[in-house]
Every structure is written in structure tokens, then in C-alpha cells.
């Protein structure tokens, strides 16, 4: 599975923590940045892991921010990115079987590395359940091609 991953500053300990667990277990990995703790924009690395999975270079993405909810509303501003930000096991794991997320965000500032690896590897081994969410997210996608260029 290819993945891409991205943070900001205050994402930037916990997204190089998740990065030597993930390049361990063998995934192919695209760190977008940040590549230190100097002081950046989180839209700038936000977007370039949104378009890396948008256009279909990445199969996932995880971004991390201070609260993770700046890197969602990027995220969710690129079209076919469905991005989720979650705090708890069980709602990366909804995001996965529900809404096909294909972006995990995370809070550096909120969510310890113990339970940030457990969300990762929770979301990443979730499959979608398809069925009845199908046209769910179809819904979605039909306004993506109606109302945005
Ligand atoms: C950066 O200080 C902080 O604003 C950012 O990481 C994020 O939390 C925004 O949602």
C-alpha cells in the first residue's frame, strides 16, 4: 500500500514517530513534510498529501496538525478525499467501514504516540463494508462533480 504522510510543526514529533513504525512494517511511504520543527503552514503539506491521494499516487494519507482539525478542512477541500479526523479507535475505525476515509488526521497536541499507533494501524487494517454507504458516498462524489471544478 502506498501511503503519504504530512504535518505541520506541531504535528511534526508525532508524524516522524508514525513514520518509523509505518516504514518498519514495510509501506511504501511518501513523507510530504514538514522536516523539522521550525514554524509552517499547515495548508502548504495538507494539500500536497490531499492531491497525492486525490490523484491516486497515494492509496492513504495521514496528516497531522496541533489539532488536526486545520489539516481536515484542508484535506476535505480536495475533491475524491474523504479525510477523517479521529481521537479514538473506534471512530478511525467508522471512518474506514462507513465513509471509506481514505485520509487519517491527528491531533500532535491532543493524542498520545501510544494511542496515535494504535489509531493508524486500527484505520489502516479497517476495510470500507460497502453495502448500504456505497451510495452514501456517492452522494458525495455527485456533488463534487456538480458543484466544484
Ligand atoms: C499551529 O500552531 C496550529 O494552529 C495547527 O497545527 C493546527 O492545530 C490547526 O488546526
Given at each position: 500500500m502506498?501511503?503519504a504522510?504530512g504535518?505541520d510543526?506541531?504535528?511534526?514529533?508525532?508524524?516522524e514517530y508514525?513514520?518509523?513504525i509505518?516504514?518498519s512494517?514495510?509501506y511504501?511511504?511518501?513523507?510530504?513534510?514538514?522536516?523539522?520543527k521550525?514554524?509552517?503552514d499547515?495548508?502548504?503539506?495538507?494539500?500536497?498529501?490531499?492531491?497525492?491521494?486525490?490523484?491516486?499516487?497515494?492509496d492513504?494519507?495521514?496528516?497531522?496538525?496541533?489539532?488536526?482539525?486545520?489539516?481536515?478542512?484542508?484535506?476535505?477541500?480536495?475533491?475524491?478525499?474523504r479525510?477523517?479526523?479521529?481521537?479514538?479507535?473506534y471512530?478511525?475505525?467508522q471512518?474506514?467501514?462507513?465513509?471509506?476515509?481514505?485520509?487519517?488526521?491527528?491531533?500532535g497536541?491532543?493524542?498520545?504516540?501510544?494511542?496515535?499507533?494504535e489509531i493508524v494501524?486500527?484505520?489502516?487494517?479497517?476495510?470500507?463494508?460497502s453495502?448500504?454507504h456505497?451510495?452514501?458516498?456517492e452522494?458525495?462524489?455527485?456533488?463534487?462533480t456538480?458543484?466544484?471544478?
Amino acid at each position: 500500500m502506498k501511503l503519504a504522510i504530512g504535518s505541520d510543526h506541531a504535528g511534526f514529533e508525532l508524524k516522524e514517530y508514525l513514520k518509523q513504525i509505518l516504514l518498519s512494517k514495510g509501506y511504501d511511504l511518501t513523507d510530504v513534510g514538514t522536516y523539522d520543527k521550525s514554524s509552517v503552514d499547515y495548508p502548504d503539506f495538507g494539500f500536497k498529501v490531499a492531491h497525492l491521494v486525490s490523484s491516486k499516487l497515494a492509496d492513504k494519507g495521514i496528516l497531522v496538525c496541533g489539532t488536526g482539525i486545520g489539516m481536515s478542512v484542508v484535506a476535505n477541500k480536495v475533491k475524491s478525499v474523504r479525510a477523517a479526523l479521529a481521537f479514538d479507535i473506534y471512530t478511525a475505525i467508522q471512518s474506514r467501514k462507513h465513509l471509506d476515509a481514505n485520509i487519517l488526521v491527528l491531533g500532535g497536541r491532543v493524542t498520545g504516540q501510544g494511542l496515535a499507533e494504535e489509531i493508524v494501524n486500527a484505520w489502516l487494517n479497517t476495510p470500507f463494508e460497502s453495502g448500504r454507504h456505497e451510495k452514501r458516498i456517492e452522494k458525495i462524489a455527485q456533488f463534487e462533480t456538480e458543484y466544484l471544478k
